[in-house]
């Protein structure tokens, strides 16, 4: 009996209890690391697939992606710190993957901007399938939002790949923004001799009498200045499709070309009076009646 007491004595001699206690710290805080990085990811991925699933356009193929990237990134740096925690050296491939990572960040710099706009503009929703907008000068309605690139369909029928950061970075017209109500301008002159009352009449009910003019914002007329040849004003409509802006400001070009002729107001155009001086017209023989028309 003597012999076991001392011999488990002797092996209770042998058990370092402070290396017990650190080694169960080192387990409890890499638990803890990587339950945080999973709750992490669970609460991201609740995050994205509500954000997400607000637009009818994604797809679970997009959700699932997005998901999937999120526990990447999340993840497998959560459970590398804890095997570090746990007293493995993993100081070597820290700095070998910052080293990767940084070349393959300069490598794929644009991929990854599009990539990271893409998700921009998903969960800000500042651009959504189906909104029109003008960039470099070209007026476009979105299709789809991917993941490098937006399709967009422009005016004359082509499809236009569109990388995401340039959507995210450079100056975009978004027209359905808030609302789709935008506004038709055009610019005509008339005659010197008109009656302004009566053009301003003419052109505002010839404004009223388009029957695809917005009614929330009423027409208006404005005198713009005052041309070589003519007197200038502005018309502005408004309607509720901007993609139909062109069509639209060719209809109220017409219409006010038809209502102007019927009312018997003259469109002017440029015209270039010339006068002689009379020491000219006299040295070279000319009279009054040879210089007209």
Known sequence: MNTLSELFGEFLALI???SIEAMGIKVFAATVIFLAAF???RILRRFIDHRLRQDSHNDEATIRTYSNIVRFIVMVPGILLAVHVL??????????????AVALAFAMKNIAENYVSGAMLR???????????ETEGVMVR???IGFRATVA?????KDLLIPNSQLVQNRVANYTYKDSLCRVETT?????????NKVREVLESACNQCDWASSQHKPAVLMSGFGDSAVNLKIRVWIENPWDAGRRQASLNEAIWWALKEAGIVIAYPQLDVHFDETFTHAAGLRPADMDP
């Open 16 to 18: 370092n209890v402070k």
């Open 123 to 133: 969960f800000e929703r500042t651009i959504k399938p189906g909104d029109v907008l």
């Open 142 to 144: 979105v299709k789809s």
């Open 87 to 100: 007293g493995f050296n993993l100081s070597s491939l820290f700095t070998t993957s910052g080293l990767f």
């Open 188 to 196: 005509v002159g008339v005659a010197y001799s008109s009656d302004l």
């Open 39 to 41: 709750w992490g990811w």
């Open 153 to 157: 369909r422009s005016k004359d029928e």
